[in-house]
């Protein structure tokens, strides 16, 4: 496995035994402070990723119409996982299944749990558990915003990514990171500049406190 995902691997880790995970896209190298070809591809000043909140108000969860996912499949990991980062894996992922065994609306270990199966490449698995999640907290727009990745950027389903945008974006309507990721796919996808504007500019319109950043991203596009 390449240090830089192997590194990647243990701070995710990390960060689940802490109830906070950010996963930002592997296939960004780039030190965020280097800017100097924003202007050429479009790319957006806001760091997006897969989030999984680290404190949930319960009151939001609800009773799911489904049943939960199965969690006893097995590991197939990528070529690039060493025995190390195998076995690191195995371990967290054993404590996430007993959790949301022990308790299926366990939340933050379900979305944990599918951040692991999306970095294992099981985009089936991880579609499954962010359905399901999608149903426990419907309110939200996290498990949305997720499963329009995928589609998107893992499946190359550009139709089903977008209706995943959207709900994402009804649930949404006071997160940067919703706008910034919308606006993304529109550019990286669809190569709709235009509508990816718009996107930016709703944004502006709903959350002024960060027009500034949203801006910034929006006049970086291609004209």
């Known amino acids: 496995m390449p240090n830089s995902r192997k590194y990647l691997l ?23 402070e280097d800017r100097s070809d924003m202007a050429n591809n479009g790319t957006s000043t ?25 969690v006893d499949s097995p590991l197939l990991f990528p070529k690039s996982f060493d025995a190390k980062a195998r076995e690191m894996a195995t371990k967290e992922i054993a404590i996430l299944e007993a959790s949301v065994t022990k308790d299926p609306k366990d939340l933050n ?9 999306k970095m294992l490449d099981d985009f089936t ?10 149903q426990l907290q419907p309110g939200s727009s996290l498990s949305f915003l997720n499963m329009g990745t995928v589609y998107a950027y893992h499946l190359n ?29 529109y550019v ?13 500019d709703k944004g502006i319109e709903a959350m002024p406190m960060y027009a500034g950043l949203l801006r910034q991203s929006r006049d970086l596009l291609p004209q």
Request: glycine share 6%; hydrophobic share 45%; charged share 25%.
């Open 157 to 185: 389903d550009n139709v089903k990514g977008e209706a995943y945008f959207k709900e994402a974006m009804e649930r949404g309507q006071m997160e940067v990171n919703v706008y910034d990721t919308v606006a993304r796919f």
């Open 10 to 32: 243990v701070a995710f880790v990390m960060l689940v035994g802490l109830g906070i995970v950010v996963w930002n896209v592997l296939e960004v190298e780039k030190p965020v």
């Open 188 to 200: 990286d996808r669809m190569k709709d500049y235009d509508k990816a504007r718009l996107i930016y």
């Open 109 to 117: 270990s379900w979305l944990s749990l599918a951040l692991y199966r």
């Open 46 to 70: 806001i760091s997006t990723g897969d989030v999984a909140p680290g404190a949930v108000d319960v009151s939001t969860i609800v009773e799911p119409k489904r049943k939960p996912p199965v």
């Open 125 to 134: 698995g991880a579609l499954d558990i962010w359905d399901y999640t999608s």
